[in-house]
């Protein structure tokens, strides 16, 4: 039994005693004298002396050095070809949370280390520890993204346990593999393999492995979709971890039961079980669950539109990773800063925290990491309206994916183009990416990516006015989200429906659907939703021509905006309103209100945003005839338009300045710029396309009349 008293403390990390580790290691440094030769005494009395008067310094927050005396011994007793109390060095448990040395470094991310470790051990002692080497390899080279290698490893520990006949080797390294296909997105075969660790366990009693498979199987189950089975097995996991009294898996359990209800859009039930695994792992010591924790917190308060309490949690979630060195974590938490001010609209923040998540991803070999964080910076960049960052992030995350045989992130990445194309107006493209990424999840039997290619595909269709697959698409999603219980989703393709009514002038049909999505926003408290619901609402009585409830629905839109300090959904509002004005003719309240959206824009550095602004400054000085002035807000807006390469945006304001030009009777330039107008619509396809044709037709006419 190693003992802690008298131990010496680093941070968090509690190492045993140096007088329990020679006991264990069986070593009396009074015996030293006899073993000969003289070079192996010395390896010896290295080993001794690392592990009795090596102290790392308090000020050092770095947890290779606080156990650096213990790596240092490993190694002199591989250079002797003791490696059975080298293994027992591995083996030494460390405190808090009474994990092994070597998973211990693994938690702190330190993966290289790990290798070298299991290498040196590998094929040194017996198949049992090879067993052991061999999972620990997979393990640190999936948690790399290096999933080929890791299955190679893990395949090579399974046989070794089969010729062994030992059952639960086999089991853990059945598990691992299982793991390593739900990171690749084969989870059809996770599935499989967790099945096979389960029965092992069942078969010989081993309960907390029991556990650990079901706790896997719903992490699987979650993966695809499937967010009910998914909470079975998580329920089960947590019903024996209370039963054995094993409070890390009771809190892994809890966790993962706050990340399937989060799935499900139901994000203050995942509040409540990220609470008690927080408070689990507050009271067991475990400062990395701790963490887990409260970056999922921050994730789900994020979700809620309650981004300054998703702030505080995840700079807590940051602070723990630092302060343990787990380096994974850290790069974790760094990203979900990043997603948190993406969503305030705070896209400099945004970038800065994902550059940062970036660069640990890449120090320490994290393959997956490196290709959702640049994922993560491609939406960013699409926000702001820079299309082509926007396209090479997602074409090197697509590229990573693809290479890691990653079929989960490979489908993202895709969808992700997808929406970068449609931003630029390149519909085909937009399609074509959104119809791989479908298919992508469809085969790999992820209902919620199926569901999000879906919906994206149906709002491609809508902008091109192809209205019944718009439809079809969006009715397909609602199914989806139905079957698998996605709340959040529900709403989402509930909204969709309701735009492409309006936009097929079926206002009782959209208003209806505006309703349905906002309640269910509202149901499950998604204030970022529910804001977007009433924004929704208010175009559709704009477009009836009820400016009073069009405008009070654009504003408590904009007053939640404010209220979650959503500055991007706050622009949106703002321009809207300027729209609804613009309608009424109260032209002076319509140019205030775009003024500020502009502002706005311009704050967060939206581009997109301040070319839509602008784009209106300009429509609404050319219904009040200030023709002059209307040309210079709408060539401010066909710059950044062009600039950005957002081809849709760029033909309606060629349009706008089409007929300022031509009220001013410059008919050659009205012509000029209606042809490009014209160029673009007929390109894209779009339904405005029979209004600019009938604006050509007007200067045509006036051309004539002035010939005469």
């Known amino acids: 039994m190693v003992n802690t008293e008298n131990n010496n403390t680093q941070g968090r990390v509690v190492l045993p005693s140096a007088d329990s580790i020679l006991e264990l290691l069986e070593l009396d440094p009074d015996a030293l004298k006899s073993i000969e030769p003289r070079s192996e005494r010395r390896q010896y009395r290295a080993v001794i002396n690392w592990l009795t008067k090596y102290k790392c310094s308090q000020g050092i927050n770095d947890n290779l050095e606080i156990v650096k005396g213990y790596l240092e011994s490993f190694y002199h007793l591989g250079e002797v070809g003791d490696w059975e109390r080298a293994s027992q060095i591995l083996s030494i448990k460390l405190a808090p949370i009474s994990e092994e040395l070597h998973n211990q470094l693994r938690i702190w991310s330190y993966y290289n280390e790990c290798i070298n470790l299991y290498n040196r051990l590998l094929s040194k002692l017996d198949p049992y520890w090879d067993s052991i080497c061999l999972d620990g390899l997979g393990i640190a080279y999936r948690s790399l993204g290096e999933y080929n290698k890791a299955i190679d490893y893990h395949q090579d520990s399974w046989q070794i346990a089969k010729e062994i006949e030992n059952r639960f080797r086999e089991g853990i390294a059945l598990g691992n593999l299982g793991l390593v296909y739900d990171s690749l997105g084969e989870y059809s075969q996770a599935i499989n393999y967790q099945n096979q660790s389960l029965q092992i366990s069942r078969e010989f009693g081993d309960r907390s492995g029991e556990a650990t498979s079901l706790g896997n199987l719903g992490f699987a189950y979650d993966s695809l979709g499937e967010y009910q089975k998914a909470i079975e097995y998580h329920q089960q996991h947590l019903q024996i971890a209370k039963e054995i009294g094993n409070r890390s898996g009771e809190g892994i359990a809890l966790g993962n039961l706050g990340n399937a209800y989060h799935s499900l859009g139901e994000y203050q039930k995942a509040i409540e079980y990220h609470q008690q695994h927080l408070q689990i792992a507050k009271e067991i010591g475990n400062r990395d669950g701790e963490g887990n924790a409260l970056g999922n917190l921050g994730s789900a308060h994020r979700c809620l539109g309650e981004y300054n309490k998703a702030i505080d949690y995840q700079q807590q979630s940051l602070k723990i990773a630092r302060e343990i060195g787990n380096r994974f974590g850290e790069g974790n938490a760094l990203g979900n800063l990043g997603i948190a001010y993406y969503s305030l609209g705070e896209y400099d923040k945004a970038i800065d925290y994902q550059q940062q998540s970036l660069k640990i991803a890449k120090e320490i070999g994290n393959r997956s990491g490196e290709g959702n964080t640049l994922e993560n910076l491609g939406l960013v960049y699409d926000s702001l309206g820079e299309y082509d960052k926007a396209i090479d992030c997602q074409q090197q995350s697509l590229k990573i994916a693809r290479e890691i045989g990653n079929r989960f ?8 183009l997808g929406i970068a194309y449609y931003s630029l107006g390149e519909y085909d493209k937009a399609i074509d990416y959104q119809q791989q990424s479908l298919k992508i999840a469809r085969e790999i039997g992820n209902r919620s990516g199926e569901g999000n290619a879906l919906g994206n595909l149906g709002i491609v269709y809508d902008s091109i006015g192809e209205y019944d697959k718009a439809i079809d698409c969006h009715q397909q999603y609602l199914q989806i989200a139905k079957e698998i219980g996605n709340r959040s989703g529900e709403s989402i393709a509930l909204g969709n429906l309701g735009i492409v009514y309006d936009s097929l002038g079926e206002h009782d049909k959209a208003i209806d659907y505006q309703q349905q999505s906002l309640k269910i926003a509202r149901e499950i408290s998604n204030r970022y939703g529910e804001g977007n619901a009433l924004e929704n609402l ?57 003024q500020q959206h502009l502002q706005i824009a311009k704050e967060i550095s939206n581009r997109s945003g301040e070319g839509i602004a602008l784009a209106n400054l300009g429509a609404t000085l050319l219904n009040l005839e200030k023709y002059t002035e209307s040309l210079g807000y709408s060539q401010s807006a066909l710059e950044i338009s062009q600039k950005i390469g957002e081809r849709y945006g760029q033909a309606m304001v060629l349009q706008n300045i089409a007929e300022a030009h031509q009220h001013l009777g410059n008919l050659d330039a009205a012509r000029q710029y209606c042809d ?33």
């Open 538 to 594: 208010g175009l559709v009585y704009d477009s009836l021509g009820e400016y009073d409830k069009a405008i009070d629905y654009q504003q408590q839109s904009l007053k939640i905006a404010r209220e979650i300090s959503n500055r991007y959904g706050e622009g949106n509002a703002l321009g809207s309103l300027g729209l609804v004005y613009d309608s009424l003719g109260e032209y002076d309240k319509a140019i205030d209100y775009h």
């Open 676 to 708: 490009e107008a014209l160029v673009i619509f007929t390109e894209l396809g779009v339904p405005e396309l029979k209004e600019c044709q009938e604006l050509l037709q007007t200067i045509q006419n006036s051309k004539v009349k002035s010939q005469k």
């Open 409 to 416: 992130g490979e489908g993202n990445a895709l969808g992700n």
